[in-house]
């Protein structure tokens, strides 16, 4: 018996939503890289028009679809002057008070970060503390994972970066 039929044979009922975000860019010497609002250190870097955090993109992505409210171009256009070299940390807190006036609350997030260099093994809790603090949930409702595209395509030969998102949310009062 699924969940909700049990939930609701109790007379208990809740909603979740479901949502999956994604993101590429490319890589170029000279810019910072940044990762779900941390410097990492690099000789090359993200290249947008905003700030290049790709995981911030895709997470950004995910909890607007589980909100079934687009995509982060719709909210945050790349031909808007106030977006160009925004940080994207910034329009996450955007999104955190979309969650925050909606019906909905974080229940968790995976992530998966695809990089060939540099390792990203000494900063994933710097990365999962920050994006905790600014959604303001548990580091421990947060998973980071990272790994390398094992030299194949342009991610694999570091020209880009690509970012996968994942989130579940649940209703407030369910």
């Known amino acids: 018996m699924q969940k909700t039929a ?3 044979s109790l007379g208990l009922m809740f909603n979740m ?3 999956f ?3 590429i ?3 170029k010497e000279g810019i910072e890289l ?3 609002g941390v410097k990492i250190p690099s000789k090359i870097g ?3 028009y905003s700030d290049g955090d790709a995981l911030t993109h895709a997470l950004i992505d995910s909890l607007l679809g589980a909100l079934a409210l687009n995509d982060i171009g719709e909210h945050f256009k790349d031909n808007d002057i106030k977006n160009y070299k925004r940080s994207s940390i910034e329009m996450l807190k955007e999104v955190k008070k979309m969650i925050d006036n909606s019906n909905y609350k974080i229940s968790n997030i995976d992530t998966y970060i695809c990089l060939e260099s540099p390792s990203l093994k000494e900063y994933k809790v710097q990365i999962q503390n920050k994006l905790s603090e600014v959604l303001k949930i548990s580091p421990s409702q947060i998973s980071i994972k990272a790994g390398t595209n094992e030299k194949m395509g342009e991610v694999g030969n570091s020209k880009a970066i690509e970012c996968y998102a994942i989130c ?3 209703e407030k009062n369910g």
């Open 21 to 23: 975000g994604k993101d």
């Open 46 to 48: 993200s290249y947008s």
């Open 6 to 8: 049990i939930f609701s």
């Open 168 to 170: 579940l949310l649940e």
């Open 34 to 36: 940044i990762i779900g």
């Open 25 to 27: 860019h490319c890589l």
């Open 17 to 19: 939503r479901i949502g």
